[in-house]
């Protein structure tokens, strides 16, 4: 902890700034969970300061996020609303980024692509915003994306005009508040401010409500066999999100702090706190872009400023909490629905029709499943879809290259060999790491391509680093089409992982001969045309196939 008091002007600045955004997120997306606001306080409290104190983004502000609220809301409706299963999920979930800390998950975790990271977050933009439709309207919908879209009818049949006007006017303020006096007073808190001061002289407003005040207790963790699926399958979401949510907004503080995080540390840091949040009664939570970034705009840049966040909305849940009992659950909507609205990437909604319509529709078909079915479907269907398309890209590349049969070669010997050959000789070239993608099409290929009249087929591997037992078994097809034509066939420029993996796979690999060089395997394919197959060549014994 060596640069922990290296910026201790700027982190207080920055923390107690944060933690002032901060609060009536918190309690506004502890409301939306279902778990109730001083969940919200507390999952803020243990996430921000445990995840400032271990993890590996020094700058970066933590606490409830909309992704993780999306998914203990519709926890909470699973379980009908038993507090104590949601707050083992919440443990779980820590206890699950613990271990992938420790596994390095971070590191792949960023290989998911834009689209699919695009879809989701706007799916669950869209989430927070249905979920608060009803609210606006003075009713409280039911739990689940469904249900609140099957209750709007019902809202809207029944609007209480009053909440409306009031959550509206919070949005507006949220949106509208001057940029001069958010240096002093954050858009969102004064929208929080103002709407309650206005709700005082409203009536038939409802409200949060007595608020508890103190310190939280301990929350064992619970299990029940009927629904011990239901909570891992929650807390391993609960875990990927939170990796997903974090490790992105570790991205933003790296680009606004010019330094580089620890992911594997990042996800250790939130893995503790979430740990900690579930045992004191708070909801999950993972690094929050937005109050990140104010932070950092405000002077905070190491880890102190995340302790002092959390700090700030201890000293508020000690003493003020009573204050928070008058706000109306129209004006925690309007938040809300901010928040939703920020969530949705319209960066990339705006700029889509110009890109890769196979992107486009991958973000679309992402943003569907969140919204519809659930957010493990929607990530896990974009990034396997995302990688089969990759795939069959980089496969169409390799089949093109092995298309490109040679009249000619650069190097003046091997081009004379090749001439001497008088068209007998069927050279293909593979480009790149040859896969399973390629695989299936090799054989058909080199069978569709080759020059007729050739006697011997030549397979050049030498820009070839890797080779999986999809593609060893596509080249024991190739063998076997060679055999059965009375073509000899030739491997050139294999390096010891290849030859390794023809040998160990491949059955055919004692009909195939190998050699060092190109050069070398047309001075034995010259030999073998000019014998008519009388003779049996020479090659390179230190390069003959065998089989481990």
């Known amino acids: ?111 998911v692509p834009y689209p699919v990271i695009s879809g989701f977050m706007s799916g669950i933009g869209a989430i927070i915003i249905i979920l608060q439709i009803g609210r606006l309207l003075g009713h409280e919908p039911p739990g689940g994306t469904l249900g609140a879209l099957g209750y709007i009818p019902t809202a809207l049949a029944d609007i209480n005009f009053a909440t409306l006007a009031l959550g509206i006017g919070t949005l507006v303020i949220a949106y509208k508040w001057p940029a001069s006096l958010g240096k002093y007073v954050p858009g969102a808190l004064a929208a929080l401010i103002i709407g309650t001061n206005v709700s005082l002289f409203i009536t038939n407003v409802p409200i949060l409500g007595d608020i508890p005040t103190g310190l939280p207790s301990l929350h064992l963790p619970t299990f029940e066999s009927s629904t011990l699926l239901l909570v891992l399958e929650a807390a391993f ?89 008058a706000i109306p659950h129209a004006v925690l909507a309007g938040i809300l629905v901010k928040v939703g609205l920020d969530i949705v990437d319209w960066s990339y909604l705006k700029r889509a029709h110009s890109g890769p319509r196979w992107d486009f529709a991958l973000m679309l078909l992402v943003l569907g499943l969140t919204v519809f079915v659930d957010l493990i479907t929607a990530v896990g269907v974009g990034v396997v879809l995302a990688a089969l398309a990759y795939v069959r890209q980089i496969a169409q590349l390799q089949i093109e290259e092995l298309k490109k049969i040679p009249d000619t070669l650069n190097d003046p010997k091997e081009n004379a060999l090749l001439e001497k050959a008088q068209g007998k000789v069927s050279i293909f070239s593979f480009g790149g790491p040859l896969s399973f993608g390629a695989a299936a099409d090799l054989g058909h290929h080199v069978r569709e391509w080759v ?78 045309i000019e014998d008519s197959g009388k003779k049996s060549p020479k090659h390179d014994d230190s390069s003959t196939l065998s089989h481990a």
Request: with cysteine.
């Open 1 to 111: 902890m060596k640069n922990l008091f290296a910026n201790v002007r700027g982190d207080i600045t920055g923390g107690i700034t944060a933690g002032v955004v901060a609060l009536p997120l918190a309690l506004a997306l502890g409301v939306a969970s279902g778990v109730g606001p001083m969940a919200g306080m507390y999952g803020a409290i243990a996430v921000g300061f445990f995840a400032a104190l271990f993890g590996g983004t020094p700058s970066q502000i933590s606490g409830p996020t909309g992704p993780m609220v999306v998914v203990l809301a519709g926890l909470f409706a699973s379980l009908s609303g038993n507090v104590e299963l949601i707050f083992t999920a919440v443990l779980l979930a820590g206890l699950f980024q613990i271990l992938f800390g420790f596994l390095g998950i971070g590191n792949y975790i960023r290989l």
């Open 237 to 325: 979401i609960l875990a990927i999100l939170g990796a997903i949510d974090s490790l992105l907004t570790s991205l933003v503080a790296d680009n606004m702090t010019r330094t580089r995080h620890d992911s594997s540390k990042e996800l250790i840091g939130q893995g503790i706190g979430n740990t900690v949040a579930g045992l004191i009664g708070g909801i999950a939570g993972a690094g929050a872009t937005m109050r990140t970034v104010v932070n950092i705009r405000s002077g905070g840049k190491e880890r102190l400023s995340g302790m002092v966040h959390a700090l700030v909305l201890l000293a508020v849940v000690l003493g003020l909490s009573p204050l928070a009992s």
């Open 451 to 528: 020059k007729p009249g050739s006697r011997v087929l030549i397979l050049d591997f030498s820009r070839v680093p890797t080779m999986d037992v999809s593609a060893s078994m596509a080249v024991e097809t190739v063998t076997s089409d060679a055999k059965s034509s009375g073509r000899q066939l030739m491997v050139c420029g294999a390096s010891d992982k290849i030859k390794e993996v023809l040998g160990n796979v491949n059955a055919s690999s004692a009909e195939i001969l190998t050699y060092p060089t190109l050069l070398e395997a047309l001075e034995s394919a010259v030999s073998i």
